[in-house]
C-alpha cells in the first residue's frame, strides 16, 4: 500500500517514514507545497492530511486533483507520529474490507 502524507514537521519526515514501513506502508511525505505537487505525489492508494501543517492552498490543491473517488483521504489536526500510525492502520483497515 502506498500513501502520501501532506503536511506534518520537516523534523520527523525520517521518522513518519520509519514508521509507515513497521505497518507496511509505503510513504511519499510532502511538507510543503512544492512546485508541481499533483504530480509528483503520483499514484496513490490513500492520502494523509496533517491539517494544522499545511496551507490552505496545498489542502484545496490535493482536494481538487485527488477526489475522494480516486484515491481516498483522511484528514487529522495533529502531526505527531503516533496520528500517523493511527490513521494508516485505519486506512489498512478500510482497505481490507474493501472499501474505497
Not at 54 to 62: G, P, Y
Not at 66 to 78: G, L, V
Given at each position: ?14 521518522h ?25 505525489i ?5 492520502i ?53
Amino acid at each position: 500500500m502506498c500513501v502520501a502524507l501532506i503536511g506534518g514537521m520537516d523534523r520527523l519526515k525520517k521518522h513518519y517514514v520509519e514508521e509507515a514501513k513497521k505497518v507496511g506502508v509505503q510513504l511519499r511525505v510532502f511538507t510543503k507545497l512544492e512546485k508541481d505537487t499533483a504530480k509528483k505525489i503520483g499514484d496513490v492508494d490513500a492520502i494523509v492530511i496533517f491539517t494544522n501543517k499545511i496551507s490552505h492552498e496545498l489542502k484545496l490543491t490535493i482536494k481538487k486533483v485527488y477526489p475522494i473517488k480516486k484515491c481516498p483521504y483522511m484528514m487529522c489536526h495533529s502531526c505527531g507520529v503516533s496520528s500517523l500510525i493511527k490513521c494508516l492502520e485505519s486506512l489498512k483497515k478500510m482497505k481490507q474490507k474493501g472499501g474505497r
